[in-house]
């Protein structure tokens, strides 16, 4: 399991051209940083680490199911 690198967030966070929500930034290092391109791997690393399951918790976001809802907010497929 991934464990996330605080330190490296916010150094991401720093020079990131998105302002705003950490917890969009969050998802776009770990698919930058950590090359994580699974919805189930960012989940389950997210959930693992004290911080990240609290934004998690934040926007009520408990299983997989509703963070794939979450990534894919904006995609209507036909």
């Not at 330190?7 to 020079?15: A, C, G, L, P, R």
């Not at 969050?26 to 989940?43: Q, V």
């Amino acid at each position: 399991m991934t464990e996330i690198n605080w330190n490296d967030f916010k150094f991401f966070k720093q020079y990131s051209e998105k302002k705003g929500d950490n917890f969009e930034l969050l998802l776009d290092f770990l698919k930058i940083n950590y090359k994580m391109t699974s919805p189930k791997e960012m989940f389950e690393t997210m959930r693992s680490d004290e911080t990240a399951s609290l934004m998690l918790n934040k926007r009520d976001i408990s299983t997989l199911e509703e963070l794939e809802r979450y990534l894919f907010k904006g995609f209507n497929a036909k």
